[in-house]
């Protein structure tokens, strides 16, 4: 039975959930209760054969972690044990990384999983008189106190009060110029034309989407190349996922190692890049030799992996002559050889780094999708049966857009640093 009254209406929750208690429901979705001051709303109380309940609560996770869940069904034993409720057993459901989709219709009784928590969750509520004391000392205050913003504003989760704590910082200041370390920039003296700047866009859904995929799993759904020649010439191509049945890994792979040609560089702004097209190469045996071939640098993480998961790469080719260079850019350029007051050893995002060394580049800001976030959103629109033809091409030309975007500001990157080099040695 669900108990359909919301937040603002909790006195009325907690009497429909004392009738659906005393008609003998067997289980009560978003059941109410108070207790010390403290309302909580349970995902699934569950009436055990055996007598007494279970406390479910329901996360879209792929597994229990105590730093984020404990406390959640700690408060709800502590309040629910409070109010006179029998709770014999507690645990987090949540999604079975090990399902497979087989596409249609989900079967929650395969894509959920269950974690028994019982005993840290009893020993847990022990601590919770303490929290809320000092909770409700807090609630009590006539003015917000004064806590610096840090590392806990992110960790277990982003706080959803950061706009508000961060108000008055004062906004990143993008002005002034970039110094460089010049034994790094020469690093992009040794690139091989054509240079390939290239840039992914993924989907990690919760529930899978495309069939064979499961939980979580990351299926490559964008590719974005411009490559630049000798001479300057620069030329785009792109693809992007269409079908939202197909697991689109393959055809990622398919059509990305023929775009890339023989010859030259690939170059990507992170790590990101190479770990995607290694997952890909483990799950897909037979794009193993290709991607090996094409981009022989990739071999020792492509073996790391396999030997990870148990996998022979016995019959992997060993590396000969030919095949693309890779290089990172961000990592091996832009992080070690560039200095700004906005930039740190963790911080040269490719946003960033546009904002400094591709100046005339349209600012993100300005585009409909403009991070990657975003773009994960718009593309499971996209792909969504339910939405309309127009609406789908329209999406299709911002997501585009947006990766285009990435692979030109690094092509403008790259030019910028090498005008910059240039200079320093006349
Ligand atoms: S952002 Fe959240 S965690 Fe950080 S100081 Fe503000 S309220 Fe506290």
């Known amino acids: 039975m669900l108990i359909a009254q919301d937040y603002l209406h909790h006195t009325e929750a907690i009497e429909a959930t004392r009738t659906a208690l005393g008609e003998g429901a067997p289980a009560i979705f978003e059941a109410a209760f108070t207790h010390d001051n403290v309302k909580i709303r349970v995902d699934v109380l569950r009436h055990l054969d055996e007598g007494g309940f279970e406390l479910i609560e329901v996360k879209s996770t792929g597994g229990y972690k105590s730093e984020k869940h404990l406390p959640d069904v700690g408060v709800q034993l502590y309040v629910l ?69 840090g590392s806990g504003c992110k960790q277990p989760y982003d706080c959803a009060f950061i706009g508000w704590c961060m108000r008055d910082e004062p906004p990143p ?48 759904v964008q590719w974005s190349i411009h490559t630049l020649h ?43 890049e190479r770990t995607q097209l290694v997952d890909i190469a483990v799950r897909h045996a037979e794009f193993r030799q290709p991607l090996i071939e094409r981009i022989p640098g990739f071999r020792d993480k492509l073996v790391e992996k396999l030997v990870d998961r148990g996998i022979s790469h016995a019959d992997l080719p060993t590396i000969g002559e030919g095949g693309l260079a890779d290089f990172d850019l961000g990592a091996r350029v832009v992080r070690d050889g560039c200095i700004h007051r906005t930039m740190g050893s963790r911080q040269y995002s490719i946003k960033v780094a546009t904002k400094l060394l591709a100046r005339d580049l349209p600012a993100y800001e300005s585009l409909v999708v403009s991070n990657g976030d975003q773009a994960m959103v718009a593309t499971y629109e996209m792909l969504d049966p339910e939405t309309s033809p127009e609406r789908a091409e329209q999406i299709r030309e911002d997501l585009l857009e947006y990766c285009r975007q990435d692979t030109l500001a690094m092509v403008e990157i790259y030019r910028t640093l090498v005008g910059m080099r240039a200079g320093a040695e006349r």
């Open 173 to 220: 200041d993008y002005s002034g110029e970039v110094t460089t370390v010049e034994s790094v920039l020469a690093r992009l003296d040794k690139l091989r034309f054509p240079l390939l700047f290239v840039d992914f866009e993924t989907l990690n859904p919760a529930l899978p989407m495309f069939v064979g995929t499961s939980p979580f799993q990351t299926s490559r």
């Open 230 to 272: 000798a001479d300057g010439r620069l030329e785009h191509a792109e693809w992007l996922a269409e079908d939202a049945a197909l697991n689109p890994d393959p055809e990622f792979m398919r059509t990305l190692l023929e775009a890339l040609g023989t010859e030259g560089t690939f170059i990507h702004y992170s790590p990101y």
């Open 81 to 149: 044990l409070g109010c006179g409720i029998d709770v014999k057993r507690v645990s987090l459901m949540h999604l079975d990384q090990t399902y497979v989709y087989p596409g249609g219709e989900y079967d929650p009784q395969r894509a959920l999983a269950s974690t028994d928590v019982t005993s840290e969750a009893f020993a847990y509520i022990e601590s919770v008189p303490g929290h809320l004391d000092e909770m409700m000392a807090t609630l009590a205050l006539a003015e917000p106190p004064e806590v610096p913003s």
